[in-house]
């Protein structure tokens, strides 16, 4: 089968490999569509993200779908021919962490993609079938594979009860605020604004629903709630930029016993304002990834509730997964959500 | 200024009576629309409901918008010429309840139209302005006078964290069911049943959003499970109806887990399975009435999620009042919701 | 090894068997001590507990502890000599209910004592490690095995958040009522009332703290509230009767807003009040056994805020379990809890 | 009656002043006790607290218990020679905050002793009786002025749901923290770690019950887990001291999905490592003052639970306040909790 390797940071190669064998527990899963997620791009560019470091050759790749082709002997509830939207991380299921439902903070959890575990830039894959979903003929391949960013969104609202009906701020308008500002269009929000600092993102999150846009760069908090008034009275507030000014801003806008979930990957160290969180006491919420999430994705998507598509500006084939990365690296391209085929 | 009084179950009279004051804390408001509930037509039937007794002549109804007319000296906020919606109960503000945010449960609440209290079938109100809420231009009257049965709804879901994408279980189609099914639709259900006895009920269901509907008369929940498989299993369960089916329909299918919130006026003594109860961790949830709900629902609204006004099948005139009552209680006629214009 | 076996409703026969094998993923525990609980006492009188049956001959019991004595290769944490409390029920670890923390409903658990699943009557038994929890020196081979039920209590409380500095009444005073007690005590209850209609349980109950206790039997709960004025506005019950007369002192005894856990076996049909449930927006948890209860309990032993061994009232040898189960079938007797060693 | 005014930073003078009215719907209070706070020193060395400036002359004082000496005409519950904790905010009962339980977060609180409202540090004071809490014969005056900081402390826990049998790590042993150990004896604490500067402070917190108690002054976070591994995997961490230091050090010991409550006053900035946050799901909670605990903390002091006592290190007369402040400003003296005594 093909699959696409990252040799060195920006260069790719396509391989011939064998397919790997299904086991009696496993699926093997004939992979459709993958989006390409900003990791994806830092992993292309710079060999690491963080303390992961690449071992090359790798395969990148985790927003997937597909078809399901062969299915172990042990294997129930799941057969050839399914449509399937595909769960990267499979945690250890023993741990603290696992026993208590948080799986997403499993450590020894193997996520597809991130090193040393191989991703989803190839034809096939077996996984283990409690993390292959399937998913209704009216949900396309595309959405299938953008489950795993909109379950990034899902699990932030899963940390903000009782957002419906109440305001919001989203900060940060790239691929997973934008899933923000589809879930909380989806999950009833009273009123919707988001801040970011590029105007194409902003226009974008109008085109989804938000009620007001602005770019806060450059301008004190001060003068933002002259324009904004209902800035300084958030209710919840989704911080996805993982900037230091997104975070101040945050802290700032959100109301007494105001919400904030952090979902934006960020430097390890920021300056914060402190005493505003004590003061209206704030809650902060930490959200990594997600845990249970796909099938509640999944009937939002089949009841049409989110969409997903509005935010893919590009397609390319696996053969050209390298025009995939350079328009994701081209600031004129205004790539948002770039979806690989195969 | 012209108000209709009930004189005696079955009977009203309008008469002419003096403007309430305005004192210096308080607003006045011209009423525009009065929804009717279901309780005015009990009041109109049987002139009590459970241990409320009217003391005639008693002025009913309680789902109101208006213009403010007047506001008191100290009144800051509201101004003449507001739109308005009127949320009904003024709570004490002093007890245990209203202190911990639980106005809704205040033993010494003043509740318009609750006798002996006077409710807004009169032209001119004089209301605290803490319970009077603007609405937009964008919301019109009937909005306005619709939020008290949404915000009823409102409350409901805020028992029910958690809701989005998960599958939710409607019992009964009345208005408050039907409120259910349009806050379930904004709030991101994930599959939504609904069950009724009435087939008019569930096709009005069906226009609202609901996914499957059915009548469980007569029908052993096993039967039902038959034909509706995701029936074993429902994640969240509104019980509206109030009655012993309904409630014993919910407990059987509340998933392991699940929630139920019991909405429904009902008997005082009901029979119900209890291992189920044990067995699958049920949390059941008491709601009543709502706090701290209109300027949620009011932006819902305003942001377009909900909208109330499809399931208003009347329109009278306050002079008319008596032909509301009569259409409420021909079974013929199909009343879902009956408006009374001023 | 030894096993003593039910052959029959009333009937005990001890064996000698193959000691279990210990696979490379398991652990092999030497019992110390196995607590009776009310279900083996009624699969002992009866042969069934509802629809479970007793396939003959069956080994029951389930509170256990124990000291390692064998380790399977893969198996990392637990040693040989350990000193540890048996957890008995394993979870698939695959279904909705375990990803989701909730493996107390998991529907494929594996039961010790629970037919088919042979308990701990016996000198060893091979585990699952995750289910077997480590105790220190300073927590008793007794305590070890009440784990079980003061996990069970410790569930209970984990469903009634916020119950410290409230009123607490606990009805039932058997064992899982006087575990609730301590546990209430450990976990910083402001008043305690409990209710039984047996003198020498209340005697107990108000030996291990409680501030208030009552013989409900055959009065009106208006009467009750005469003498006992704070039962009307309890903030959390804990209904472990499981009798209609329990649950209906419970619902009528809840505050506004009130909490109530469910966890005692009942009748599969109860009559109860309805209304009240609506109008003070009760809240009703049922409550199953425990998920992640155990480390926090050997915690609390080991802190010392719960005891456990005060409500042991007889101990035997595992040869004399049949004078066991006579002193707990002999209402003279005031039987608590009875331990079997060893 | 006898006053004790700050006239200017570090200078008291003690006058003779009428004594309040008390009007029909207030309550006269005899002053029997007050603590010292942290903020009446800090006002009394600097003059100001924040962008709270003392307008001279000034009474400070806000933890306070007395006995009631005359009731408004119109106020019911409360009677002439009721022993009282005086509750010191008055909130405003008509914002958003008090409306949903916040009012701890009313922006028009009437706070005794902030400048500008007259504290009580004099004979009489006249108050809202819903914020005057009888208190029983058991309990002291001591310990009814204790309340406020106890309610502080009680208020964190609120916002640590799930806390019992967990690990508790509380980082700042001054009253606030000491408070805080007293109360996670008293609600269940599995295990309980205690971070301090002063060895004196660290002795008093193993006194009151702490497991390990250490100095983490100067040292890397992963030397301190070298010599105490639990360090690593906090469920909860309450942090105390309001410094930087002390906010990094809890942000590194919360462990996965561990919550951590903010509640010591500090500098407008801070810097924080973020990806933590992120990585291990934490959520943090701003905690300030607290809302509906007095009564909570009066019966689990009634009960028991809590003492308070333990922390008094000194006790001064009115006449002698500023012996008080001397001593709080002494560091030799090693002064907890100063009360003076009317």
């Not at 990791?39 to 790798?58: A, C, E, L």
């Not at 989803?120 to 996984?127: D, K, L, Q, S």
């Not at 989704?238 to 919400?259: P, V």
Request: aromatic share 6%.
């Amino acid at each position: 089968m093909k699959a696409v390797f990252l040799k060195r940071p920006g260069e790719l190669e396509t391989r011939d490999i064998p397919e790997p064998e299904c086991g009696p527990d496993m699926v093997k899963v004939r992979i459709k569509e993958v989006g390409l997620c900003g990791s994806d791009v830092h992993y292309f560019n710079h060999g690491r993200v963080g303390k992961n470091v690449v071992v090359s050759p790798h395969i990148l790749g985790h927003e997937s779908s597909g078809i399901v082709t062969e299915t172990g002997k042990k294997v129930r509830g799941l057969q050839v021919g399914h449509r399937v939207s595909i769960e990267p991380g499979v945690p250890c299921r023993a741990c603290k962490e696992c026993l208590t439902g948080y799986y997403n903070l499993c450590k020894q959890v193997v996520f597809m993609g991130a090193p040393p575990n191989p991703g989803t830039f190839r034809e096939y894959v077996v996984h283990d079938p409690l993390f292959v979903h399937t998913i209704p003929d009216t949900v396309t391949f595309t959405q299938g594979a953008l489950v795993e960013p909109l379950s990034v969104a899902y699990n932030v609202f899963s940390n903000l009860p009782g957002a419906a009906g109440g305001t919001i701020l989203i900060i940060g308008a790239g691929p997973i605020g934008l899933a923000g500002v589809e879930m909380a269009m989806a999950l009833g929000v009273g009123r919707l604004l988001t801040a970011d600092v590029d105007p194409r993102r902003l226009e974008k999150a109008r085109e989804l629903g938000a009620d007001r846009v602005f770019n806060p760069a450059g301008k004190e908090f001060e003068t933002l709630v002259e324009d904004i008034p209902e800035l300084e009275d958030v209710d919840h507030v989704i911080e996805a930029s993982g900037s230091e000014a997104g975070i101040r801003l945050a802290i700032n806008a959100a109301g007494r016993k105001g919400k904030l979930a952090l979902v934006g990957m960020g430097s390890d160290e920021i300056s914060i304002p402190y005493m505003p969180i004590i003061r209206k006491e704030i809650r902060l919420f930490g959200t990594y990834r997600y845990a249970n999430a796909y099938p509640s994705v999944i009937r939002l998507l089949t009841h049409g509730n989110v969409k997903g598509e509005p935010w893919v500006t590009h397609r390319f084939s696996l053969d050209d997964l390298d025009k995939g990365f350079a328009a994701a690296n081209d600031k004129q391209s205004f790539a948002l959500k770039i979806m690989i085929e195969l």
